[in-house]
């Protein structure tokens, strides 16, 4: 009886013979008889051809039995009547190996490959990789490939020439679509990888019937002694130069700008901050001196009032009489008297109030310990406290060199010369230059 098995220790495809055959010389090694021993190792797959090949049994491993009709569904329901276990019957079994990891080194010769940017500069490059694939779907396999002219070196060879043909679409493709820079191209193996990967992996289960594990783009190689290596980089040279000089001067440009903006908006900001000292220096004199102020208003209203009055009381001012002739009228003449009885009775009030008023004297009152006088062309600009210094001092209205005086002071002295003073300087940034 025969021993069907495979002691094989790397294999892909293996065909079985009988003992004392030689696979290819007679048609008796096809002659399997009744009662043989078929042994299946784990990861493996014999599978037993009829007659044309169109009918197949697959025994899967771990198997370790004596053949019988019921262990071959073919041969019990075509064959097991005929020869009722008696005679030898006709069978090619094959082993496929599911196990093995099969790692292919695959590379794509130097061909010419175009950076985006610079169509008409062909540069050599090569891609160098593994692929590492195995055989899942064996039924898929044995359907794409005719086992008993199987050979495995030619198999890997159609299998690395299909991956080489893959890679050099992708690589260039990805130059294309993506506008990668050629001289950058080493940096993107990762989303190679990637790409190859799903455009090897679907091809390979179609057109070899094998599943992809993986596949390592290893390097992507420039041809760096070649003539369109030179004109590349010697193009991205100046590229590079130019625009890093077009940059340097649109910043130039820019701090230019800038400068000639804030020196403007400086002078503009110095005459509303004038104007707004001034008007705030009249605001509080004003509020010091309210009693005064008010007085001086109501006279003036009183002053109005008895112009309109005497205006009201002049012939021919405009009033209408009773007959339609220009002259003295009687209704402007009771206006005017109403008007200035009411103005003469607001004079009348303010002049009651104006003697109970506190007139200040005329030493100006004292000046709080918590700020400075400041001189301004020559002449005392008023009294401003150490808050308003401070937002002097950082619009520029204060300087280092600028005169101050408070009470208890001999003589005026320049500001950075006071030590509460000299603080509020080092917060300011320094003057911009003119350029």
Known sequence: MDDIRCDEQEYLIWKWSPDGMTVGKTQKENAIRWGSSLRVKPGEVAAFFYGDGTRVDYIEGPFDEILKTGNLPVLSSILGLAYDGGTPFQAEVYFINLAKIIQTRFAVPYFDAFDARYPDVAVPLAVRGTLTYRIEDYRHFVTLHRLSTFAPDDFIKQIRDAVSRY????????????????????????????????????????????????????????????????????????????????????????????????????????????????????????????????????????????????????????????????????????????????????????????????????????????????????????????TQLQQMARNGQLRPESLVWKPGMKNWEIARDRSDLSSLFEETPPPIPRV
């Not at 001196?289 to 006279?299: G, I, K, L, M, R």
């Not at 009055?309 to 209704?331: E, H, M, T, W, Y």
């Not at 005329?362 to 020559?378: E, F, K, L, N």
């Open 167 to 386: 890679t050099k679409e992708v690589v260039t493709n990805m130059l294309a679509d993506c506008d990668l820079p050629l001289l950058q191209i080493e940096r993107q193996i990762s989303s190679i990888n990637l790409k190859i990967a799903e455009k090897v992996t679907p091809r390979l289960f179609q057109d070899f019937g094998v599943k992809v594990a993986s596949i390592d783009v290893g390097a992507i190689e420039l041809d760096k002694a070649s003539v369109g290596y030179s004109q590349l980089m010697s193009v991205t040279r100046d590229v590079t130069l130019a625009t890093i000089q077009a940059e340097k001067e649109a910043r130039v440009k820019q701090i230019r700008e800038m400068q000639r903006t804030n020196m403007e908006n400086y002078a503009e900001t110095l005459r509303v901050n004038r104007e707004e000292m001034q008007y705030g220096w009249h605001k509080r004199t004003q509020s010091e001196n309210f009693p005064a102020y008010q007085v001086e208003a109501q006279t003036s209203v009183g002053v109005a009032g008895a112009n309109a009055l005497g205006d009201l009381g002049k012939s021919g001012s405009g009033s209408v009489n009773i007959a339609g002739d220009a002259g003295f009228s009687p209704v402007g003449l009771a206006a005017g008297m109403a008007v200035g009885s009411a103005v003469g009775q607001n004079i009348a009030t303010a002049m009651n109030q104006s003697s109970f008023i506190q007139y200040p004297s005329q030493t100006p009152p004292s000046v709080p310990v918590d700020g400075y006088h400041i001189a301004r062309d020559g002449l005392d600009a008023g009294f401003f406290s150490m």
